[in-house]
């Protein structure tokens, strides 16, 4: 079993930058898939980013594409999304989540096995 932890959320202005990190413990990253996720208050989870274990499939939502940016480090057992040129409708709760096997659906909360607890993104200024 995984346990994922997120961090680098806050309060940024728009157009600014932040970089999430989803660390993992109790065992080793390079056998998930792992996806960002994020929620804002009275909307459903929404997918953001998606990498496979070995970061040959990437996916990104439409909402981010160009901004963010997914990657991960198997040797710190670490995966990081970094978001550019935020703007208000970025604010929400994001997560992350580990999938054991192959993902057709990466958009889907239901394909991953495990989640972190996540981290509070707010853009406002």
């Known amino acids: 079993q995984v346990q994922l932890v997120e961090s680098g959320g806050g309060l940024v202005q728009p157009g600014g930058s932040l970089r999430l990190s989803c660390a993992a413990s109790?065992?080793?990253?390079?056998?998930?898939?792992i996806g960002w996720f994020r929620q804002a208050p009275g909307k459903e989870r929404e997918g953001v980013s998606y990498?496979?274990?070995?970061?040959?499939?990437?996916y990104y939502g439409e909402s981010v594409k160009g901004r963010f940016t997914i990657s991960r480090d198997n040797a710190k057992n670490t995966v990081y999304l970094q978001m550019n040129s935020l703007k208000p409708e970025d604010t929400a709760v994001y997560y992350c989540?580990?999938?054991?096997?192959?993902?057709?659906?990466?958009?889907?909360?239901?394909?991953?096995?495990?989640w972190g607890q996540g981290t509070q993104v707010t853009v406002s200024s």
């Open positions: 990498i496979s274990r070995r970061g040959d499939r990437i």
């Open positions: 989540a580990a999938a054991r096997r192959l993902i057709i659906h990466w958009t889907v909360p239901g394909s991953y096995n495990y």
């Open positions: 109790g065992s080793t990253l390079d056998g998930y898939g």
